[in-house]
């Protein structure tokens, strides 16, 4: 239960909203001046305030700079009297979120209570996964931007931790879009090669001559336009790690003279027959399953195996959802610095549908639908509307079809009654569903006639 202490030196004020909240389900804590709310807040757990402006011994105004200071995220709404209201709008002006004349709207104030609570649970659970980035990475400089904490990540993260000190070979597997980049970036940051070079080629973006030439470097008058020697990629990467992705792709021709670089750490350039002696460790990459490869006759069984020295199996997001969370702040901070935007977090319903959905595309995926997010959305909050219809739509089950022209309380009986259905009777989920209190919505099943059992 949230806790609300309300603050006025007016004790009919205090107890009238105390039982209103409280039958709500907010727990309630009451102080009749600035100095006795302030000692509450100092000591016990407060998740909103509500206060007077004109009070004796401190006033509302500055009990409110006082935890603007000391407690930026702790929601604050103030009440005043109809003289006050210039008063009121220099109250929000310093932080306040909203004022309320007196008399006070019961229902309307217990309304921007509860958003003002979702409001300050985004600003918190971002604050914490922010935090939580931030040790991470203290924690593990060397992992690069490898993010998690899921039993699998840690495990992955254990087995390159083993390997990168060797000049073992690795073959590192996985779906596209996954990170296979990072754990060889990761594998030659640990090593003790990290000073020296870091070369990546992506080997299907390259035609079978122009990825030898890439690889191996040629001699000049190689082939025509061979104007000048070129050293290719292994001799560049000579004292440290060489990343071969999409390794799959490789003609057999270029597979041979990979074998012999592994086996003899040895080749010529293109053209040439000077022998180049190089010392690189390589990693490579695929999302292909090479042992279906070399069985089909596409991919040399001697190639597989040296490759193949130590296997590392980077799992999809779908497998590693609990780092979700993790990756949505540390993508947010990242495209907010990057696009000068001051997004604050995810919007529940947001979190919701990208806690739920599948990520065919994996962390790419991920990384590319907060990028959007972040430029087209026109609040402090990214909400479903900046996501796109395909992650919104895996999430709709359980959705309430209401058509035009019924009442309003047969459209609220619809909803509340399927969402009842949806939570398969629990009503403590079901009224945080709905946003109201578990006693308003056992008055609600009242007036339906329907049997409480709990």
């Given at each position: ?252 021709a270029t597979q041979v003279k990979i074998?012999?670089?592994l086996q003899e750490r040895e080749f ?187």
């Amino acid at each position: 239960m949230a806790t609300v202490l309300i603050v006025d030196d007016e004790r009919n004020i205090r107890s009238g909203l105390s039982i209103a909240f409280e039958d709500e389900d907010f727990d309630t804590l009451e102080a009749e001046n600035g100095e006795v709310a302030w000692n509450i807040i100092n000591k016990k757990s407060v998740d909103l305030v509500i206060t007077d402006l004109r009070m004796p011994v401190l006033s509302g105004y500055d009990l409110l700079k006082r935890i603007s200071s000391t407690f930026p995220t702790l929601p604050v709404i103030v009440l005043t009297g109809h003289g006050t209201i210039e008063d009121a709008v220099k109250a929000m002006q310093d932080g306040a979120i909203d004022f309320f004349t007196k008399p006070v709207d019961l229902d309307h104030i217990i309304l921007t209570a509860r958003k003002a609570l979702q409001n300050s649970k985004i600003l918190e659970q971002n604050r914490r996964l922010t935090e939580e980035i931030t040790t991470l990475k203290q924690k593990v400089q060397a992992r690069g931007t490898i993010i998690g904490k899921s039993e699998k990540l840690t495990k992955m993260m254990s087995l390159i931790e083993q390997v990168a000190p060797t000049r073992a070979s690795v073959l590192v597997t996985g779906e596209s879009g996954v990170g296979k980049e990072l754990v060889a970036d990761a594998l030659h940051r640990l090593s003790d090669r990290k000073d020296g070079p870091f070369i990546k080629v992506h080997c299907a973006s390259l035609s079978s001559n122009l990825l030898e030439s890439e690889l191996f470097g040629h001699e000049k008058g190689a082939f025509t336009g061979a104007v000048s020697q070129k050293k290719g990629r292994f001799e560049l990467a000579d004292g440290g790690t060489i990343f071969l992705d999409e390794i799959g792709e490789i003609d057999s021709a270029t597979q041979v003279k990979i074998l012999r670089v592994l086996q003899e750490r040895e080749f010529e350039r293109v053209g040439g027959t000077e022998t180049v002696k190089v010392d690189v460790r390589i990693v490579a990459a695929t999302n292909r399953d090479l042992l279906e490869e070399v069985k089909k006759g596409n991919f040399r069984e001697d190639l597989y195996y040296r490759l193949n020295v130590v296997h590392i199996e980077v799992p999809p997001l779908r497998e590693r959802r609990e780092d979700i969370p993790l990756l949505m702040s540390s993508f947010l901070e990242e495209f907010n610095r990057e696009d000068k935007r001051a997004i604050e977090g995810f919007s529940p319903a947001a979190r919701k549908a990208m806690y739920a959905y599948s990520w065919p595309g994996n962390i790419r995926q991920l990384r590319n639908t907060i990028e959007s997010a972040v430029v087209t959305c026109r609040g402090k909050v990214i909400d479903t509307g900046d996501l796109p219809e395909q992650i919104v739509a895996e999430n709709r089950a359980g959705e309430v079809s209401i058509r035009l022209g019924v009442t309003l309380s047969e459209a609220e009986r619809t909803v509340i009654m399927s969402t009842l259905d949806f939570c398969e009777g629990n009503k403590t989920k079901a009224s945080e569903m709905l946003g109201i209190g578990r006693k308003t919505l056992h008055r609600k099943l009242e007036e339906y006639n329907v049997e409480d059992k709990t």
